[in-house]
């Protein structure tokens, strides 16, 4: 594809159940990153993926929270036993090394 | 650790005035700035990214900034505001071009005609 996209657009789950969401990065990219935007903040950094090297966690908020990429494709979050906290827009990024991050359109999860 | 701060999360400007939002940095190594827009119902765009080359960078959309090392600032400019700027505008940082980004809170942009 052209782009980074993303599954489900929108995804609404009740509280406890878990959920995962979808990205595929551009086709060659190496990097990907998720980010989660809670309505009226700013991007916070969750996980980054490059290439075979361990990933940086160092922002998912609590150990529900995990990912997943295969090779240098598809990668899945993640999110056990929802929260309403949780309630926001999921974005994926990817990029070629050292180059800017393409974000896809989001997923927005809301927990009810 | 790195954080950016924007100064106004709401500027309202007349259609052909000055555009000028605000963007501090902290960083303990030599950073990596950018400016993201995000038009309603849209994804992120890149608008520009300073990365140690010109500290006046020029970007798309006539969208301007100036890196200052000594005010630790990246602010944006535009001299004529045009009623398609109306977006949120996200200032972001990072240790490296690869690295992860660190975001500003976002400034929504309003032009009124």
């Known amino acids: 594809g052209a782009g980074v996209s993303q599954s489900p657009s929108n995804k609404v789950t009740e509280k406890g159940k878990d959920v995962e969401l979808r990205c595929d990065p551009i086709?060659?990219?190496?990097?990907l990153y998720w980010y989660r935007q809670r309505l009226g903040q700013g991007l916070e950094f969750l996980i980054y993926?490059?290439?075979?090297?361990?990933?940086?966690k160092s922002g998912l908020p609590s150990d529900r929270f995990s990912a997943e990429r295969t090779g240098e494709s598809v990668s899945t979050l993640t999110i056990q036993r929802t929260q309403q906290e949780d309630s926001a827009v999921y974005l994926c990024?990817?990029?070629?090394?050292?180059?800017?991050?393409?974000f896809g359109p989001g997923t927005r999860l809301t927990v009810l | 650790a790195q954080s950016v701060t924007q100064l106004g999360s709401h500027v309202s400007v007349s259609e052909g005035a000055l555009v000028l939002l605000r963007c501090n940095y902290s960083?303990?190594?030599?950073?990596?700035l950018f400016w993201y827009v995000q038009y309603p119902n849209q994804g992120l765009q890149l608008l520009l990214k300073?990365?140690?080359?010109?500290?006046l960078v020029k970007g798309i959309n006539g969208f301007e900034a100036e890196f200052k090392k000594s005010e630790t600032s990246f602010h944006l400019t535009k001299p004529s505001a045009h009623m398609s700027d109306a977006a949120e505008y996200f200032c972001?940082?990072?240790?490296?071009?690869?690295?992860?980004?660190?975001f500003g809170q976002g400034t929504e942009l309003s032009v009124k005609p």
């Open positions: 972001a940082v990072s240790e490296g071009q690869g690295g992860k980004l660190i």
């Open positions: 960083s303990s190594v030599p950073p990596y």
């Open positions: 993926f490059q290439g075979n090297s361990a990933p940086d």
């Open positions: 990024a990817s990029s070629s090394s050292y180059n800017e991050q393409f």
């Open positions: 086709s060659g990219h190496t990097a």
């Open positions: 300073y990365t140690s080359a010109a500290t």
